[in-house]
């Protein structure tokens, strides 16, 4: 249900600029309210109040980014708060930076390594993931010290493990398969 919603939303707003030729404007401002909504966890705590009313919490809205957005991405946040789908909002406007980018042609990579890659390993995992997906792509490199060795590599709902922890943690489940059998 809740991806349901946040995707009908997101969507509804990157049709929208797309039609309007506004994927750009609507990329900046996306990115502003999400920078101050995770800036400022009061204000999202204030959204999800049940006792602060629909009419203050549009109000808030209006104040707060009335002059820093468009009409048309505060009519999306007023509509979410209408509907009482506030909690998701930040999920929204994250999935709406996502199919923007796709619309660009990038994709966000989460790369993870046992300890810290250096610019030549980094050049080369990059390079090789946009030959992969034919796409320019924006990485996020984490240090999972778990891993032991190798990368663990998410780009949108694919995860190739190839780290040494997923290989251990495979031939565990297949030796707990051997022995149920």
């Known amino acids: 249900m809740a ?45 999800n109040h049940p006792k602060i009313s629909k009419e203050d919490k549009i109000s808030i809205l209006e104040k707060t980014f009335s002059e820093k957005i468009s009409a048309n991405f505060l009519g999306l946040l007023v509509i979410v708060v209408k509907k009482d789908r506030y909690s998701y909002i930040v999920e929204i406007i994250r999935e709406l930076l996502n199919a923007i980018k796709e619309e ?21 995992v990059e390079q090789r993931l946009k030959e992969l997906t034919q ?36 031939m565990a489940k297949e030796l707990r398969n051997m022995q149920l059998a």
């Not at 797309?18 to 204030?46: G, R, S």
């Not at 989460?110 to 030549?120: F, G, R």
């Not at 796409?135 to 190739?160: A, H, M, N, Q, T």
């Open 3 to 47: 991806e349901l919603v946040v995707k009908t939303y997101s969507n509804a707003i990157f049709q929208l600029a797309k039609e309007e030729d506004a994927l750009d404007a609507i990329e900046e401002e996306a990115q502003v309210v999400l920078k101050i909504l995770n800036e400022n966890e009061e204000f999202l705590t204030l959204l």
């Open 135 to 170: 796409k320019s792509i924006e990485p996020v490199y984490v240090v999972e010290s778990s891993l032991i060795g190798g990368l663990k590599i998410r780009i949108g709902d694919r995860i190739v493990d190839n780290s040494i922890k997923g290989k251990i943690d495979l």
């Open 104 to 124: 660009k042609g990038i994709v966000a990579a989460h790369i993870s390594s046992a300890k810290n890659l250096s610019d030549a390993q980094k050049e080369k």
